[in-house]
Every structure is written in C-alpha cells, then in structure tokens.
C-alpha cells in the first residue's frame, strides 16, 4: 500500500504557535454529532462478533472500577471490551463493533458535511508487548464509512471500500500508531486516554476518490499524528458521489492473551464537522508557519518596544 505521511510531532517540538492551528481538527470543535456512547447508561450499539471462542463482551463500569480500574475519559463510567479470542482467525480475536447509528445493514445518508467516527482507547504504554505486536500491532481499531451502493465485489452497503486501520505496536515503555500497515504517525509515552479518529470528504467532482485523514489525539485534544488516505489505497475504490454517512468501528485482530484480553473504550462517536471542510494536513502545515510567523513577528516587535523604553 502506498501513502504519503504528514507527522506534525517534529512541527510540534519545535514551535508552541501551532498549537492553536491543530483545534481545527480537535475533536470537540464546530461539531455536531450524528450518533455517541459513553457508557454512561448501558452498552447499547456495542456488539461483539460471532464465533471464536465465544468469550467476549462489553461491561458498563464506573470510573475507577472493574478490572482496569481507570478514571473514565468523560463522564462517570466507561466499557471494559474483552477479547473474544479466535474469532478473527487462530490466535487472534475481536474487542467488538459499532455500527453507530447504523444498522449494518442498510446504507447511512451522507450527512451533508464532511463526518467523523472516533473512539477513545486507554493506551497503558507499559502493557508488555512481543515480536509480533511490534510489526503488525497487539491490536486494531479498524474504521470505514458507510456506502450508497455495493461494489464489484459484493461486500454490501455498509462497507465498500476506504477501509483502514490503526495498528497499536506496543514496545514495553511505549507505543507506536501505525497505520495500514505502514510507518508510524505517532508514538505514544505516556499512558492515558487517546482518541482514534477517521475524516471523511468528498473530493472536487463525484468521481474523485473519497478524502480521508486518520488522526490521534491525546486526552486534551492536541493532535498526535495524522496522515491523508485516499478511498482507494485499501484496493476497494470509494468514489464520492457513492459516500454514505457513518460506517463501522471495529477492534479486530486482537492478539489472544495480550493486555489479559481486556480494554477500556469510552467516548464512541460519529459526528458532522460543520462550517468548512476537514482541512488537509499540508494546509495545517501552510497555515502554521503563516500564523507562526505573525506571532513571532508581533513578539519581536513587542520586545524591540520595550527594549526602547528601557533606554529611554
């Protein structure tokens, strides 16, 4: 699979001005949400997949309770998803799926505006790992939009197409965000909630592949890595005038065993992003050294103005 990747981390060290350029693409701004689950009241639109060993489930927790005993990331309670083991393949399992507001069967409508789906994971930097998990990840949080009309291959109207996933390689002290199966966007290092993100736009004409950024935040909504994915580098071509609205979020290829086959997930959301569409990580970039460049040059200024009243 081929990608372009656009890390900000190293922008990031070296200059504090982009941190207000990156709450464009925060998850808590200019939206309005299409479906969510906090676990604050049950577990519902959370399924677990059939077969394996039959052993998964989601559990409705307070904060600081069940066997992750974890402080929620919003609210008072959060889910402990356990890993039905076998039931993507031999050796690896399924934390389960949302749909959102979805059926899995029948298509979403385009909700008008470029849309996210998103999920919050606690990410243990310290959770041991193995040769395996550091090439393809202990885990995946796996997304896709929903579709107008099935494809070629007949995989339906919920899923065709613009599938990808971020892969969690865990190291012991930290962990690395791949995506695809390709390089890292971000490593994570200290333990904490992060939110997984998927954007979905439609390009120029309707038959422009369906744009796509992958993003990871941390609890406070800065970003963490992001990379832009077109509707067709999975090999399933989503074209734009065939994208529907919220698709699925899923946690396949589990590794049975790893983390004691327990997660914690809070926070499942599909949203509308209002206003303008999702911007590309180059304008980000293009925008930052702009706006840098103007708050450094009025910090300067300020420094020359009180360096010529000390003079005086």
């Not at 008072?76 to 993507?88: D, I, L, V």
């Not at 550091?134 to 929903?146: E, H, K, L, N, V």
Request: charged share 15%.
């Amino acid at each position: 699979m081929r990608f372009s990747t656009i890390s900000l981390r190293a922008a990031l060290a070296k200059s504090r001005y982009l941190l207000p350029v990156l709450a464009i693409l925060s998850p808590g701004m200019c939206r309005a949400d299409l479906y969510f689950q906090g676990f604050e009241t049950d577990t519902s639109g959370w399924f677990q997949d059939s077969g394996g060993d039959g052993n998964g489930s989601i559990t409705r927790v307070p904060s600081g309770g069940g066997t992750l005993g974890l402080t929620a990331a919003d609210g008072g309670f959060y889910g402990e998803t356990h890993n039905n083991t076998n039931a993507y393949q031999a050796g690896y399992g399924s934390g389960g799926f949302s749909y959102f507001e979805g059926d899995g069967t029948n298509p979403t409508p385009y909700p008008g505006s470029p849309f996210s789906q998103s999920i919050d994971v606690y990410i243990d930097v310290n959770t041991a790992s193995d040769p395996i998990s550091s090439s393809q990840g202990a885990y995946w949080i796996d997304m896709f939009p929903s579709t107008l009309v099935p494809d070629a291959d007949g995989c339906g109207q919920v899923g065709c197409g613009d599938e990808h996933n971020f892969r969690l390689a865990y190291t012991g002290s930290s962990v690395n965000v791949l995506v695809d199966g390709g390089g890292s966007i971000a490593t994570l290092t200290t333990s904490g909630w992060y939110t997984f993100q998927s954007t979905y736009a439609m390009g120029p004409t309707p038959s422009s592949d369906v744009l796509t950024n992958m993003n990871v935040f941390d609890s406070l909504g800065v970003l963490q890595g992001t990379i832009a994915v077109q509707g067709n580098s999975d090999g399933e071509e989503l074209l734009s005038s065939d994208l529907g609205g919220p698709g699925l979020v899923w946690l396949p290829v589990w590794e049975n065993g790893f983390s004691g086959d327990v997660l914690g997930i809070d926070d499942v959301r599909a949203a509308a992003l209002l206003g303008a569409a999702v911007p590309e990580p180059s304008n980000l970039i293009l925008l930052a050294v702009v706006l840098g460049g103007l708050v450094g040059f009025r910090e300067k200024a300020r420094r020359q103005k009180l360096m010529s009243s000390l003079r005086s």
